[in-house]
């Protein structure tokens, strides 16, 4: 097993640095994972809204110990839309504790007259990079929703990357896309429906040429999270790996971002087995490895954990 001294860090300037992305090589590089989620047990001071796959209760104390464990340098943390609702609080407490290791992406509502306000707000707080929209039911098909749009627009002019939980609705996506190619889209899960517990699907694939037809966009993004909960085999899940190769193709590495989606995914691996399903394959190089599992989130979010 890889340890954690085998990786030497790198600071978000040679990462993010203008032009061109850089190629980060693969003894420079921090591990980042694209989606993780944290919260408290549920409780009044601050209760949940409903409910999410996964343990009673995983603070931020208790991520960084399971990041630790594995060699995990930092991840973006979400702020869970079961439990929270577009509330960010419990999260902002967590970054204000652990501001080395992790950044923020809040849900917005685009139904909300205010939307546009709430993201410059959002933009204020320390360490966030981005907002999040589930589109379910209450968000509008229409690509020239203005709701929508307005959150688009407005995330652009915060310098912040829109992140889409739209299984279901990836050629709608497109035309997003489309219409505000200036602001930095990035793709839930793979655009994929994903189970919240086994067993796992039995066509997890059948949307994939959808999600590679995104790949015109130029300012679409894709996080390669959850994938191994699309696996039929055990770990190290090597039937996933053909399909990936497919969106690594279409999108190239400067566009794919790997993480856990943990704790969703807790029905269905530990997460050290969905870390080192990435690190330790032979399906992708070095220098590869090193951008989808770091670099290129750290391009896209303009953000590196700093815990040496």
């Not at 921090?30 to 944290?38: L, N």
């Not at 504790?97 to 992406?105: A, S, Y």
């Not at 602001?183 to 793979?190: E, P």
């Not at 399909?243 to 050290?272: E, M, N, P, Q």
């Amino acid at each position: 097993m890889l340890r954690r001294r085998d990786f030497i860090k790198v600071s978000v300037g040679a990462i993010a640095a203008a032009g061109a992305p850089e190629r980060v090589s693969a003894s420079t590089w921090k591990t980042i994972d694209a989606q993780v989620h944290c919260y408290e047990r549920n409780h009044a001071e601050r209760p949940w809204a409903s409910t999410l796959v996964g343990p009673e209760e995983m603070t931020g104390d208790q991520m960084v110990v399971a990041m630790d464990a594995v060699g995990v340098d930092g991840a973006v943390l979400v702020s869970p839309f079961a439990m929270y609702r577009y509330d960010p609080g419990y999260v902002l407490e967590v970054e204000a504790r652990h501001p080395d290791r992790f950044c923020l992406v809040k849900p917005v509502d685009t139904n909300d007259p205010a939307v546009a306000e709430n993201i410059a707000g959002w933009k204020a707080k320390k360490g966030t990079v981005g907002v999040r929209v589930i589109m379910g039911d209450n968000v509008s098909a229409d690509p020239a929703d203005p709701g929508m749009n307005r959150v688009l627009a407005a995330a652009v002019k915060h310098s912040l990357a829109v992140n889409l939980q739209c299984w279901g609705r990836l050629e709608q996506v497109g035309q997003l896309a489309s219409r505000n190619p200036d602001t930095q889209i990035v793709i839930d899960h793979l655009g994929l429906t994903q189970p919240m517990a086994p067993p796992a699907l039995l066509q997890p694939w059948a949307e994939l040429p959808k999600v590679l037809a995104l790949a015109a966009h130029p300012n679409v993004a894709i996080k390669i999270t959850g994938a191994c909960t699309l696996a039929q085999d055990p770990f190290p899940y090597s039937d996933i790996w053909d399909s990936l190769d497919r969106i690594f193709t279409a999108f190239s590495f400067d566009r794919c971002l790997w993480g856990t989606d943990w704790t969703r995914a807790v029905k269905f691996l530990t997460y050290k087995e969905g870390v080192d399903a990435f690190r330790l394959t032979d399906r992708v190089s070095d220098g590869d490895r090193a951008r989808l599992m770091g670099g290129t989130a750290s391009r896209l979010y303009n953000w590196s954990p700093s815990k040496s």
